[in-house]
């Protein structure tokens, strides 16, 4: 059935609470993840760890049932994240040219949405992000420009060291990740932990060049 004009007409627009809510569920689905990820841990397999002996028989150290329950809801779970994260992203789209639609036609009154005026000075850039990986999870993407990242922050940041070494000092910790995406602040807890690639993130930064 083809939408009237009149209902149109009625279809509200996105706000930021619409925003805010579609990233509580992003947290939702992380959390869902993890609880996941740590029951593997526990039972000493991960997700790709073989399921029979050397002989080819069941193994019966662990309980087979719910490990293939917990890999198959990480897997159904980790392409509800990456729906989700495209989700957030279109929003923070729309809300950003929502916002710039709101100013031109107004020039009045105050400006919400002027980076150079109200934003912090990146000082770092997410140039790569492996699927799966600490990084991935916690949400971070690629061209996202990093403006806090633990206790580093603009003020503090002298060079990628800098970073590493907080990364270092903080594996099985949550750390709060401040970014800049499309025009607008954002706020990640992204938590440093071994995982099946390299590093303890997962990602890869460069320095910030304005």
Known sequence: MKMTEENKAVKPSLTEEDVRLLIKRKDDIEEQIKAYYDMLQTAGVGMDAPLVDGEGFPRADVDLYKVRTAR????????????????????L????????VKQDKDETKMEVTEPAASLPTPFALVDA????????QAGLR???????????NTQNF???RDIASVVQHSEGKSLRVGLLRSGLEVHFNLTPKQWSGRGLLGCNLVPHHR
């Open 129 to 136: 992000v492996t699927q799966g990986s600490p990084a991935f």
């Open 142 to 152: 690629v061209g996202d420009e990093i403006i806090e990242f633990g206790s580093i």
């Open 72 to 91: 198959h809801n990480i897997s159904c779970l980790q392409n509800d994240h990456k729906a989700i994260m495209v989700e957030i992203e279109e929003a």
């Open 93 to 100: 789209h729309k809300l950003h040219a929502t916002a710039r």
């Open 158 to 160: 002298r060079n990628l």
